[in-house]
């Protein structure tokens, strides 16, 4: 089975990959940012007609956190638009029968009902502050739902909470929470520093899933026959939430960190800063109808991560 991993470089595209190659029989294609630009139609269609794929996982993607979010608006609707359209559209005109889109939780209502079910999808006000990329991802299922409807392939969508481990961006403003606050508990420890500032107020709750349950759950679903697959969605309404189905506030997953990191300095919150959505948790009971669910805690994924991100440190300096 030839299979592209389109974004096999960021966090959860390298976590496939790296579980794919574990398979028998499996060829795995891979492009980087200077060998394929996914933003252009005739570089992906070339590579599609090139290669013509069994199998597509779309995890790439322009991803950041609230200040990326905000800072870089334009940016993330138009490159993930371009890289989706792209990618789904010439996996069609190349025949591709199965490909599996990764969204995000911030497809759904800032205010939807707790914990989130995929029927919340479209029936309210987003999130102001990544408006842009989750109507991107909107459009990303939308746009499979489509083609699944109009020529009969079978083009799957799953949507993650908040993802975390090896191979994140733990860049100091453009990250997400976890990797931001790891490094940031990080270098105060180093420095020996007396307090560590959280953005908001801590109150918000989120869910966290590691990625290589992230990959695990994609394979799963990518590979459910389609019958059972059918049985468990509906043709306007097919995406799967993929997630823990337990969160935490933000000031709990701090002092985790705190602890699996070793600070022991002060942990305090810039309540000027934005919260975000209040809540955000997944209902994940249709994935646990197909027969799957999360492994690893989110004291143990913290743990494993900050022992990666010790071990790749030298490249996140500067």
Not at 19 to 42: M, Y
Not at 97 to 104: A, I, P, T, Y
């Amino acid at each position: 089975m030839k299979i592209f991993v389109a974004g096999h470089r960021g966090m959860v595209g390298s976590a496939i990959y790296r579980q794919l190659a574990k398979l028998p029989d499996v060829e795995l294609v891979t492009a980087s940012r200077q060998e394929l630009d996914l933003t252009s139609q005739a570089e992906v269609a070339a590579f599609f007609e090139k290669h013509q794929f069994d199998q597509v996982y779309l995890a790439a993607a322009k991803v950041g956190g609230i200040m990326a979010n905000n800072t870089y608006p334009a940016e993330f609707i138009y490159e993930n638009l371009m890289i989706q359209n792209n990618i789904i559209h010439s996996s069609y005109i190349t025949g591709v029968r199965h490909l599996l889109f990764l969204g995000s939780s911030c497809i759904y209502p800032k205010l939807a009902t707790q914990p989130m079910q995929e029927t919340a999808l479209l029936t309210g006000t987003l999130e102001p502050t990544n408006e842009p990329y989750a109507i991107a991802k909107i459009a990303g299922i939308k746009m499979c739902e489509s083609y699944n409807r109009q020529y009969g392939v079978d083009y799957r969508s799953v949507m993650p909470t908040n993802l975390y481990g090896e191979n994140d961006n733990f860049h100091p403003e453009n990250s997400h929470v976890i990797p931001a606050l790891m490094r940031r508990f990080h270098e105060a420890k180093l420095a020996n520093a007396p307090e560590v500032v959280v953005w908001g107020t801590g109150k918000p709750m989120r869910e966290f899933l590691h990625v290589d349950d992230m990959a695990a759950a994609s394979i799963f679903v990518m590979n459910v026959d389609k019958t059972t697959y059918e049985e468990n969605t509906e043709p306007m309404l097919s995406h799967f939430n993929v997630g823990t189905g337990v969160d935490c506030t933000i000031k709990e997953m701090a002092l985790t960190m705190a602890d699996v990191v070793g600070y022991q300095g002060n942990v305090t919150f810039d309540v000027t800063k934005p919260d975000g959505a209040p809540r955000k948790l997944m209902n994940v009971d249709k994935l646990k109808a197909l027969g799957w669910e999360y492994s690893v805690s989110l004291k143990d994924g913290l743990a494993s991560t900050y022992a990666w991100f010790l071990e790749h440190q030298d490249d996140f300096r500067g």
